[in-house]
């Protein structure tokens, strides 16, 4: 049961373009997201979050909008680099589960981004 | 500050034989959680602990696999016995430091285990 869902495994862009990265869920419980980039041979690396109480959290080329009514969120790169071409995996975190807001995450199966020159 | 760390990067085992991954967390984080990787998959998660306690193992099948965080020194994973559909890459991740967000969890370079 896919809680989490990136429909697109792959996804090619040229430098200096905008790159979407997109995710579903279907959990109404989830409450935090967060996006990772995972090279091959290497552990996801942390690249943004937003709370469920945000609809839309920048930093620098990264920006993530979450729109809660169609359970939807993307992740915008502006501009693309070449150095950006890696796997981008969507994850949520249910709120307050057990009285703990530390809980498991669940994960999309990801997208292969790719920056052309 | 060191980040996380995952011995070894490459475990090789023959079917029946028993695999034994290390996770060290983050300096000063308290919270070790396990996922597992299967190719063209994204990660599962398989368990959370704490120091000397098992918060959530819910992903964890319930034979073989056993995982503990002990008072001192690195979190174990375990898995007795293995076999082929064991051969995956197992990340460990942390959280909970007292400098850090308490959302975001970091993670290892992770341990990938081959069955032979």
């Known amino acids: 049961d896919q809680q989490v869902k990136q429909n697109s495994p792959s996804l090619s862009v040229q430098e200096g373009r905008i790159s979407i990265l997109n995710c579903d869920y279907t959990?109404?419980?989830?409450?935090?997201f967060l996006w990772y980039k995972k090279y091959p041979a290497e552990g996801p690396t942390f690249l943004i979050s937003?709370?469920?109480?945000?609809d839309k959290n920048e930093d620098g080329r990264f920006t993530v909008f979450l729109n809660k009514s169609a359970k939807h969120l993307s992740l915008h790169i502006v501009p693309s680099q070449p150095g950006d071409s890696a796997v981008y995996f969507c994850?949520?975190?249910?709120?307050?589960?057990?009285?703990?807001?530390?809980?498991?995450?669940?994960f999309g199966r990801g997208t292969q981004l790719t920056v052309w020159p | 500050n060191a980040g996380v760390m995952q011995n070894p990067r490459h475990l090789v085992r023959r079917r029946g034989q028993e695999a034994r991954l290390r996770c060290s967390p983050m300096?000063?984080?308290?919270?070790v959680y396990w996922y597992r990787q299967l190719p063209e998959e994204g990660l599962k998660f398989m368990v959370y602990?704490?120091?000397?306690?098992?918060?959530?193992e819910s992903g964890m099948p319930k034979e073989r696999f056993s995982a503990e965080f002990p008072k001192e020194g690195p979190s174990i994973l375990r898995i007795q016995q293995v076999v082929r559909g064991d051969s995956a890459a197992y990340f460990c991740?942390?959280?909970?430091?007292?400098?850090?967000?308490?959302?975001?969890?970091?993670f290892g370079p992770g341990t990938r285990l081959t069955v032979l």
């Open positions: 994850a949520a975190r249910e709120g307050y589960d057990r009285g703990s807001t530390l809980g498991r995450l669940y």
């Open positions: 937003i709370s469920s109480i945000k």
């Open positions: 300096k000063g984080h308290s919270h």
């Open positions: 602990l704490q120091k000397e306690n098992i918060i959530d």
């Open positions: 959990n109404s419980m989830f409450d935090y």
């Open positions: 991740a942390s959280s909970g430091g007292v400098r850090s967000s308490y959302n975001e969890q970091f």
